[in-house]
């Protein structure tokens, strides 16, 4: 019954993994160049990244929050020490991936939703007004910080894979 339990809590968290990274990559590979070649228009590009972003939050938010309850799961199924002996976290191997893993998810999801509520309702207020210059410019910075986090996503999956013993 235990291994039902182990398979089915890590089937739903690498199918969020999976969706969380696959579509943030998607995102930012296909969707955004491709809205501003089909809507040259800024303001009209700016609403339909708006809704689309909208959306898009609402599965992110989903995905996040099955991560995190499926992965303290994971490790309270696998490794219970982790969580009740705290000395397992920077005397082992695997506890110390763990706790680096730990570390980069909570600087992930601080600079996703960092990000999401500082520039999130900027955008459809500063197009609206048709100023496209200071849109220009936060959107940058957004986009730094967007990639920082599709940059952490992977580099939390490479390191999901050596807990996994992928690597050794």
């Known amino acids: 019954m235990i291994d039902l ?12 993994a999976v969706f969380l990274v696959g579509s943030s990559i998607f995102v930012w590979v296909i969707v955004w160049p491709a809205s501003s070649i089909a809507m040259p228009d800024e303001k009209q590009r700016t609403g339909f990244m708006s809704v689309m972003g909208k959306k898009y939050a609402l599965w992110t938010n989903i995905s996040i929050l099955l991560l ?50 500082w520039h999130g309702k900027k955008f459809p207020k500063l197009a609206e007004a048709g100023q496209f210059e200071e849109l220009k410019r936060m959107r940058r910075y957004s986009h730094i910080f967007s990639f920082i986090t599709v940059g952490l996503m992977v580099v939390i999956i490479l390191i999901a894979e050596v807990l996994a013993g992928v690597f050794f």
């Open 5 to 16: 339990l182990l398979t089915a809590v890590l089937f739903i968290h690498v199918i969020c």
């Open 68 to 117: 995190t309850v499926t992965g303290i799961l994971l490790v309270y199924l696998y490794r219970p020490t982790y969580i009740t002996d705290f000395s397992y976290a920077i005397t082992t191997q695997w506890g110390y991936v763990l706790t680096v893993k730990i570390v980069s998810v909570a600087l992930m999801y601080g600079i996703l939703y960092g990000n999401n509520l």
